[in-house]
Every structure is written in structure tokens, then in C-alpha cells.
């Protein structure tokens, strides 16, 4: 974990957060702070006075002094409502799958406290101040992935940090499993007494839907770019033809990702046009930006939506302490994050059969332009006995087509729950969680791909180092980065190690491709 540059302080409560917010905050690359304007604190203290004057006189709210979901006609006595939270987080810690990871569990609880910072959720500062704590020393709930239908919201994981706030159930904290209560007293912190409404504010709501979309939405993001260099690099293996990403070509097409693509693989080619050793190359090379550019033109309107689910108040009831109205509604339903988790998912996964069918390209001497069959760089006499990048293709295409299987659209899977009151759910979870596992696929992909090119470029120069083309500096420093990394395959090798560490590597954003101008 990297620890956090405390210059790059993000301070909730006084404007919007955006994706690269949540995520720079998650992987420890900056801090994150309450607003300390006094106007901020008071509109939080508002909420909670205005919700308890209205229990004092006897006010009925629901979840506040009713039952949950179904229950809602049943009266709570008052002498049980301060109880009534703690069943809430209690009953819904049934959980199961997976736990997520340090990472994101921490962009769920960013994601929360910046909903219940929009001051409509009716809590006391003493929360907000819990759950800043938590982030600020790591501290982190185990939440389980599995048990969320996305509404009323993802309830069952998030009773898990309510739990934690409590001091209930463990926690990870400084890598190791501990008792939640220990390690609030460890850093002075009292256990959380919850208010009427906070196990309801905290618990209905979309935060892991959220948390899992920004990291999916930035993963999309570097992929497309990656996709794009990869490209440029097939084309140079393959001796293909640098006019088909002609801008004037493009500008007969106005979509904006479709152009940017091109454009940058365009830029990626040498101006040599008679090495080309086709008039057209096939489609998964000519059409690439076609491919890659839906994706980018999409993550326009899913940072949108990301961000208005980010920074909303998207719990129930809705306390509106200026006019002083209970507002009960459905805005813990997560039918943004899940539609557009299911659309990127589908435009995740067309990359991951783009980077198949420019694999299985390079790998076919009928299709490779006289490049050795599998990429195999044996001599002549070992050629017999090498296989070079056959086993990778196989791979490749297998996680094409588990992607590809993933793409049916979780929304579409609502079920009715909890007695029929739950009657029309989002999925927004599942959805997230398998966009997660299309990108952890089409990054496998991706990074089998990468050897190959780094692989069928050095061919392509060894074969013909007088025609070989003089390269770009941005895509031959990508090549001799991999080049020192990777050896070059010249007899047949293991290469599960160099795969899992070229994931990682393009997991981590460890190139910087295209920097925006």
C-alpha cells in the first residue's frame, strides 16, 4: 500500500467527488478529510435535531419507529427503538462469496460518506466522524461480495461497516484480523451508539455498487488505451497498412472515441505506407478503433451516471430538515450503476474477442504476413520441437469466451424479495462484480497480447531489419520496456510467471499511454 500523500487532502462536504477521487483515496495515493465550514457541519446537526424533535412528539418514520421493508406497519414501542438498529445490521450479516479486497472495501466507505455528507440521510456528525476515522487509519470491514439484490440498496454488505462502527465483527487493520471493538479502542474511538435512523442511513444505500463501478470505470479506461497501443503494435508485426487509421478516413465518421483510437494508433505508425503487405487488412485490425472507440465514447456517459449515484443521498427515508419533511422513496434502487455496469461489460468484453482474433492473426502463418508460425523464434533446425505462443492463443481464447459468456445483463435478473415488497430489484452489485471479472479477463488478455507483440515485432526486425520501419518513440519504448522485462521466446518456456506479472503490471496503470493534453 502506498502511503498517502497528505498534499493531495479531498474534502468531503464541499464538492462533488469524482471517479479518480474515490480511487486515488482507495490505493492510499491521497487523504481524505471532513469539511471543517461551519455552514457544512450544521446542515448534518440539522437533520438529526429535526429527526429527533419529530420522534419526541411522536412522529411515525419509517425504519425510525417501524419495522423494515415489509414490516413497515408494525409500530416499534418506544422503548425498543434504540434497539432497532442494531437488529437491523445484525439480521443482514449473512453475507457470503468472497471477501472484496482492501482497495475496494475502502472505496465503499468513501463512497458512503459522501452520501450521508449531502445531509438528507439524518445522521449525527459523531458518524461521520466514525466512518472518516476508519478511512483515514484503514481500518476495514471483511464484506463480504456475495448477498446484495442492489435494492434497497446493497444492505447485507453494508451492515458490515455499520457493524464495525459499533465495534461489532472483524476487521482487517494493519494486515491483520482483529475484533472491530479492540481496534477502536486502540485509536481512542468509543464504539458507535447508533440513532434511530443511522443502521438504516448507513446500511440502505448504494456504496458497493459504486465503489466497485469507479474502480471498473477506470480499469475500462486505461484498457481502451491499452487496446489502442496494442494495436499499433500488430499492425507494425504484421506489416499492415497505417492508412486505415487515416484521419481523413475518420473524419467522415464523427464519433468521438471511434476518432480518438484512430488517432492515436495513427500516431503510434511510422509514415512508411509500401511496407503494407495488403490493400485491406482484416477486420480485427481495420476495425479497431471501431471496436475500441464504443467503449470510449460510452465511458462518457457512465462517469456521469457514476458520479450522480457517487455524490447523492441515496438512502430512505430522506430528511429535508429545512422544510421539515420526511421524503420516504426508492433512491437506494441502484438501476444506474447496474445499466451501466452492464453496458460495460458487453464493451469490456468485445475487447477481450478484439484481442483474441489480433492474437490468433499473429500466431497463423497464413494469416501473419511471413512471420514464423506461433511466433516462435527457434532456430531452423529447433523449429521442429518449438511452439512458441500456441498455448497463449488457447489461453487467450479461452478468456474471450468466459468474458463473452459473462455479458448477459444482471438487471434483467431482478427477483422479487422480502415478502414482495422487494418486488423490483437493480442487480447493481452482481452487475458490478461481473464487469470486474470481464476486466480481470480481458486484462489477461490483454497482457498476452502485449508478449506477443513485444514477440512479433523483434520477428518482424529480425526477419527484414532493412525494411523494418523506423518506430515512434512511444510504442518502441513500450516495446524495449517489455523487451527488458520479458525475454525474448526463443525455445519453448513456462510463461504462467511472465503473464501474472504482466496482469498486474497493466492492473496497476503501469504505463502511461496517450497522456491528455
Known sequence: MKKPDLSEELVVGDARLRIEDVVRVATGEASLVLSDRPEFRETIARGAEYLARLLADDGVVYGVNTGYGDSCTVRVPSGLVAELPLHLLRYHG???????????????????????????????????????????????????????????????????????????RDVSFKGKTRKAADVLNELGRAPLTLAPKEGLALMNGTAVMTALACFAW????????????????????????????????????????????????????DSTETRAARLQDRYSIRCAPHIIGVVRDALGWMRRDIENELNSANDNPLIDADEEVILHGGHFYGGHIAFAMDALKTGVANLADLIDRQLALLVDARYNNGLPANLSGSSAERAPINHGFKAVQIAVSAWAAEALKLT??????????????????????IAARDALRVLELTEQAAAALALACAQGVALR??????????????????????????????????????????????????????PDE
Request: aromatic share 8%.
Open 218 to 269: 477506470t480499469r475500462a479506461e486505461y484498457l481502451t488505451r491499452l487496446c489502442s497501443r496494442l494495436t499499433a503494435l500488430a499492425v507494425i508485426a504484421l506489416s499492415g497498412n497505417r492508412g486505415h487509421f487515416d484521419p481523413r478516413l475518420f473524419a467522415a465518421k464523427r464519433h468521438a472515441g471511434q476518432n480518438e483510437s484512430a488517432a492515436w494508433i495513427f500516431d503510434d505508425l
Open 461 to 514: 526486425r529480425r526477419l527484414a531489419p532493412a525494411d523494418f520501419p523506423e518506430m515512434k518513440a512511444a510504442p518502441r519504448d513500450f516495446v524495449e520496456d517489455l523487451s527488458r522485462r520479458f525475454d525474448f521466446v526463443e525455445e519453448d518456456r513456462a510463461m504462467e510467471g511472465e503473464l501474472r506479472e504482466m496482469t498486474s503490471m497493466i492492473r496497476k496503470h503501469s504505463w502511461e499511454l496517450y
Open 408 to 429: 448477459m445483463p444482471a438487471s434483467v435478473f431482478s427477483r422479487s424479495t422480502e415478502c414482495h415488497n422487494q418486488d423490483k430489484v437493480s442487480m447493481g452489485t
Open 94 to 168: 449473512c453475507g457470503l462469496g468472497e471477501y472484496l479486497d482492501g482497495d475496494s472495501t475502502l472505496a465503499v466507505l468513501v463512497c458512503r460518506l459522501n452520501s450521508l455528507a449531502q445531509g438528507y440521510s439524518g445522521v449525527r456528525w459523531v458518524l461521520l466522524e466514525q466512518l472518516e476515522a476508519l478511512i483515514r487509519n484503514r481500518v476495514l470491514p471483511f464484506i463480504p461480495s456475495e448477498g446484495s439484490v442492489g435494492a434497497s440498496g446493497d444492505l447485507t454488505p453494508l451492515s458490515y461497516v455499520a457493524a464495525a462502527l459499533v465495534g461489532e
